[in-house]
């Protein structure tokens, strides 16, 4: 599996490069048409197009100048000569990089806006709240993994097709998958009750110290995901962890028989 390149920017210190923007007619075919007027004039390194709601589409990509006369006003002028382009934008990189200012921010879904943070740096703010605040930091880790486990849980009951809790909870690991949440990888132990969870590079321990011994705000996120996709309780015991030394971190996730809440760690006094 490999990651895939952040779209925000493009570094191009050696040659010239552009952001374009286009908004075209939403229509079949519209896309290869704009896309087959470049290969002349830039190549395209990276780039993504989507739909909006009042029949338009949206194509914003990053592309290398092929001559150095190449300028934004004839990009620009090139793009806009297609009767199917309703506006476009196009910049010019400075300095080595050309930034899209055409967007401000992400979402993972319609009206769930997000923001890009290095793993590494979620890791630390981790291990730091851990260090500050002892097993107090670890409760605050865990219950707020668990919060945003409940709320995203929520938000994939009203997405995702009714059925069988393991494929909902397989395709909600793929998203999570998708969106940099680690290579979590599910074992179904018994289905509909028991699932191991297993996450080779788990992006709570990627760049961690030596204050935690568990990756509190991943079970937490787990077993609040899965207990809204099931609408029962689970509990759930992280059995291998990185931060003790296992290779990978691994979360059995376990129906609860009597719906008691999932656990978090122990509150001892605060240091
Ligand atoms: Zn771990």
């Known amino acids: 599996m490999s990651k895939r390149p952040y779209s925000g920017f493009y570094f191009s210190p050696d040659v010239k490069a552009f952001h374009m923007v ?21 190549d395209l390194v990276d780039s993504v197009s989507y739909t909006l709601e009042d029949g338009t589409a949206i194509w914003s990509g990053f592309g290398k100048a092929l001559s150095s006369k190449e300028t934004e006003a004839s990009l620009k002028q090139l793009l806009e000569r297609e009767p199917l382009v309703l ?21 993972v879904a319609p009206d769930r806006p997000a923001m ?23 409760t605050i880790l865990f219950e707020e993994g668990s919060a945003l486990g409940k709320l995203t849980g929520r938000f994939l009951n009203e997405k995702l097709a009714q059925g069988k809790l393991d494929a909902r909870l397989m395709a909600a690991l793929g998203m999570y998958r998708a969106s940099g949440w680690g290579s979590l990888d599910i074992e179904v132990e018994r289905p509909g009750a028991r699932f191991r969870v297993t996450a080779s590079d788990c992006p709570e321990c990627v760049q961690a110290g030596r204050d935690r011994d568990e990756c509190g705000f991943l079970r937490g996120h787990l077993v609040s995901l899965v207990s809204m996709l099931a609408n029962e309780e ?11 030394g296992d290779s990978t971190c691994e979360f059995i996730l376990t129906r609860q028989e009597g719906g008691v809440a999932a656990r978090a760690p122990g509150r001892r006094k605060l240091r």
């Open 22 to 42: 286009v908004k075209m007619k939403d229509v079949p075919g519209a896309l290869s048409i704009v896309l087959a007027m470049l290969p002349d004039v830039v």
């Open 87 to 107: 506006d476009c934008q196009v910049k010019q990189s400075e300095k080595g990089v050309v930034v899209d200012s055409f967007h401000a921010g992400l979402e």
């Open 116 to 138: 890009v943070l290095p793993t590494a740096g979620f890791s630390r703010i981790c291990d730091h709240l851990a260090r500050i605040l002892g097993t107090g930091g670890e």
């Open 234 to 244: 689970f509990r759930s015991e992280e059995t291998k962890c990185r931060l003790r």
